[in-house]
């Protein structure tokens, strides 16, 4: 089975501007959950999406979005881009929407911004 | 609010060495815990889950890590490293039936050959 993947890997933006970030889960896996990772920071949960269904925020502001598809695959959009959001973004999926599901983790699109 | 912490930010041990990593939790309530790792240039992976039952997990490559409720605690061991072993080690939390993961901020461990 392919494992989650995430598309682009890598990206540079300017201040102000959007970016949409993409990730397809494992096949069958309904659930989709973004986290962000920093060295200062750690992780930090974005949000989590299930059958197109927003279940869980983290506290992040209103910049930061998100949406699932019918197909599972989930986008992660970022309006107005500050510095602080230079980051690597990652996206887990699991099969269902249970606290003892295993995420099985992308490898991540790392964000520069300038 | 939830928490988690990871007392050992940097671990260098040589080969053949014992690993302990503490992780604590701050959750009054049911949780699952889980250890990732995250070798150079690699994905994180599941080393190890706990959800119920024994309090003692053993994981891939090795690893175990023992649940102590009364401590709220989910430290990793190994008894002996290998130059393989070397990556980040992160130690999550998620509360019931919540998939939101709270994390530690990991520790680094370098095992010298």
């Known amino acids: 089975k392919a494992g989650v993947t995430q598309t682009p890997r890598y990206l540079i933006k300017t201040r102000g501007q959007q970016v949409t970030l993409s990730c397809s889960p494992i096949s069958g896996h309904r659930s989709v959950s973004w986290y962000q990772q920093t060295p200062g920071q750690g992780l930090q949960f974005l949000f989590e999406y299930f059958s197109e269904t927003q279940r869980n925020k983290g506290n992040f502001p209103g910049r930061f979005s998100g949406r699932q598809f019918s197909n599972s695959r989930s986008e992660m959009n970022v309006s107005t881009l500050e510095l602080g959001d230079s980051a690597l973004y990652l996206c887990?999926?699991?099969?269902?929407?249970?606290?003892?599901?295993?995420?099985?983790f992308g490898p991540g699109t790392r964000l520069l911004v300038l | 609010a939830q928490s988690v912490s990871q007392h050992n930010h940097h671990v260098i041990l040589s080969e053949a060495a014992s690993l302990e990593l503490g992780c604590n939790y701050s959750?009054?309530?049911?949780?699952?815990l889980f250890w990732y790792v995250q070798y150079p240039g690699q994905h994180l992976q599941l080393l190890l889950k706990y959800f119920s039952g024994d309090p003692l997990v053993k994981g891939i490559k090795g690893f175990e890590a023992e649940f102590i409720k009364s401590k709220f605690s989910f430290n990793l061991r190994k008894p002996s490293v290998q130059w393989s072993d070397t990556a980040e080690y992160f130690c999550?939390?998620?509360?019931?039936?919540?998939?939101?993961?709270?994390w530690g901020l990991g520790t680094s461990l370098a095992v010298n050959p």
């Open positions: 887990a999926s699991s099969l269902a929407d249970k606290g003892r599901e295993t995420q099985y």
């Open positions: 999550a939390v998620n509360a019931g039936n919540n998939r939101k993961l709270i």
């Open positions: 959750y009054g309530g049911t949780v699952n």
